[in-house]
């Protein structure tokens, strides 16, 4: 029986989810949840005085990640990635806005130190070993527990859609945290969510993914990571077995902060608790705090799901720069064609 959602749909539903639930939870980021009325529409950010429809950080370090994987011939290139993400908070590059007006703390720390080096290593003609000490230098610094935010999870979903295999997805992940997000909770929440989109764009069940996922939570490939799944995340998210442990779980025990395995955990609880994509958004954005990005990770996910056609068009109709989206979407569906 052939899937009833074809790849291209699944393909540019992950890449608008993530940019519309971003949108969507945007303007109640930091609001405690219950403290606000329900989101079900696109509302203006307050936090940031921007009309609605505006995506955030989450979105344009996706599009600024999946941008230099497309420039590098679907190979991870970090000193490529951290170029961009520069770009985007000096200049605006891929902003909805036209520039940078919300960056998380540990990220601009980091971006702040790849800035330095990067200059003081233009001036000395750049090497591969010269690049290679500064990522050292930068997972020495920011590879102690108090880095463990969501800055990366929020953008690597790019690693899945431009993977030709699961395996690639993972380490293309793995990679794509360590510039900014060395930490091992933060690359192996990487590694777990784009394992679950690249099986989802590959027409997995929620029955399938929840399983896979207590499989992934288990053990990392060894010829992708050198250490056992990282023990925090690995207790957090063991006590889900099957799609029904996600399913009984209360909102009240979910945490929707930006520490890492809070967002992981929120991110999925929204997605496996929903029928549609909108249902996802709207549990996801309204669990407060870190709205947007949890909404973000929920909606790449979902929409990798349940397709681009499953996005609400009141939403769609609401979002701006949706040209950046369709331009990087048809990229990457094209950059799939020639590869897969």
């Known amino acids: 029986m052939p899937d009833p959602v074809p790849l291209s ?16 939870g945007g303007p109640v980021e930091f609001k405690p949840r219950g403290s606000f009325k329900p989101v079900t529409r696109m509302l203006p950010n307050d936090n940031f005085d921007l009309p609605p429809g505006c995506f955030t ?18 190979q991870s290139n970090i000193v490529d990635q951290v170029k961009k993400y520069i770009s985007w908070w000096r200049d605006g590059y891929l902003s909805s806005v036209g520039r940078c007006f919300d960056i998380g703390v540990s990220t601009k720390c980091a971006l702040e130190t790849w800035d330095n080096l990067l200059r003081l290593d233009h001036d000395a003609s750049p090497t591969d070993e010269a690049h290679r000490a500064i990522l050292k230098r930068i997972t020495r610094s920011f590879g102690k527990d108090e880095f463990c935010g969501n800055g990366s999870l929020m953008r690597v979903l790019p690693a899945a859609l431009i993977a030709v295999s699961e395996l690639d997805a993972v380490q293309l992940a793995r990679e794509s945290s360590l510039p900014t997000h060395p930490h091992p909770r933060c690359v192996h929440a990487c590694m777990i969510y784009a394992a679950l989109v690249l099986q989802t764009l590959n027409g997995a069940s929620k029955t399938e993914l929840a ?8 053990e990392i490939p060894s010829n992708v990571s050198d250490t056992p799944i990282e023990p925090v995340l690995a207790e957090r998210l063991g006590k889900y077995q099957t799609l029904e442990d996600w ?4 909102a009240e025990s979910i945490r929707s902060t930006g520490y890492v395995v809070d967002t992981l955990e929120a991110s999925l609880w929204a997605f496996f608790n929903s029928d549609t994509f909108d249902e996802a958004a709207t549990l996801a954005v309204n669990l407060g705090y870190d709205a947007d990005t949890v909404g973000a990770i929920c909606g790449g996910l979902a929409g990798a799901y349940h397709g681009f056609e499953a996005i609400p068009e009141s939403w769609l109709r609401d979002m701006k720069k949706t040209d950046l989206l369709d331009e990087v979407a048809q990229k990457i569906l094209e950059h799939r064609n020639t590869t897969v």
């Not at 399913?247 to 209360?250: D, N």
Request: one cysteine or more.
């Open 57 to 74: 950080d989450d979105t344009s370090m996706t599009l600024c990640l999946a941008q230099s994987f497309l420039d590098c011939g679907g």
């Open 9 to 24: 749909s699944r393909v540019r539903g992950a890449l608008y989810g993530l940019a519309v639930c971003d949108a969507l």
């Open 247 to 250: 399913e009984k779980t209360p």
């Open 211 to 218: 399983l896979s996922l207590a499989e992934s939570v288990k």
